[in-house]
């Protein structure tokens, strides 16, 4: 079976600080990964995703995430935060055409 | 850009009533899905859909729910009686199969 683990509910970091919000899974499968960005009171908008190849991947915003099948990981990154990156950002797994499995959430607080 | 738009955007309705939430998925898109989003909580799957029946459903998609594709455009989710505790975010997803899934904005049922 298929898990999601996001570490940290609500992660804060000062504008222009480096972001990092963390997720891990299992899976018994080669996995597919996803992260979403979530503004309030709106849908879900793709943020990147790792399918096969390149291990580092590079989405919108500036932001990109590594999968590392040693650890695991596939944690969510950025150099420089902006205050327009305060969110909700989800992390998910899945095969494909299947669901999505996914974490639960992490709320990002950019501080001035 | 296509999009999957979703109808409506809110919905109240009383307990025990009939819902029906509308999805137009993208043209060429051959799988669709449902998922909800209670306030505060993580993203569940509900269902898929694939070829014109359910390929897959969680054990949250149970007889009060239904999917339909009645007309070759339009995905809906029928929950039959609701209840409280379906108060919900709820979001269509469409994929041309792989892992492209775009998601609509949402339908917030709200249960009174």
């Known amino acids: 079976a298929q898990s999601v683990t996001q570490l940290g509910s609500h992660v804060s970091v000062s504008e222009g600080a480096l972001v990092l919000l963390r997720c891990n899974y299992s899976?018994?499968?080669?996995?597919?990964l996803f992260w979403y960005v979530q503004y309030p009171n709106q849908g879900l908008q793709l943020l990147l995703k790792?399918?096969?190849?390149a291990t580092l991947v590079k989405g919108i915003n500036g932001f990109e995430a590594e999968f590392k099948k040693s650890e695991t990981s596939f944690h969510l990154t950025k150099p420089s935060a902006h205050m327009s990156d305060a969110a909700e950002y989800f992390c998910a797994v899945s095969r494909s055409n299947y669901q999505l499995i996914w974490g639960a959430g992490t709320k990002l607080i950019i501080k001035p | 850009e296509p999009e999957v738009t979703q109808t409506p955007s809110h919905q109240v309705t009383q307990m025990g009533q009939e819902v029906i939430l509308r999805c137009v998925p993208i043209s060429n898109h051959l799988y669709f899905y449902w998922y909800r989003q209670i306030l505060g909580q993580k993203v569940e799957f509900l269902v898929s859909?694939?070829?014109?029946?359910?390929?897959?459903k969680s054990e949250i998609f149970d007889d009060q729910f239904s999917v339909e594709r009645p007309d070759g455009s339009n995905f809906t989710l029928k929950i039959r009686s609701t209840k409280l505790e379906d108060s919900a975010m709820y979001f269509c997803a469409s994929s041309p199969g792989g892992t492209g899934y775009t998601f609509g904005s949402g339908t917030r049922l709200t249960v009174v």
């Open positions: 859909f694939y070829n014109n029946e359910i390929s897959e």
């Open positions: 899976s018994s499968v080669p996995p597919y």
């Open positions: 790792y399918t096969t190849g």
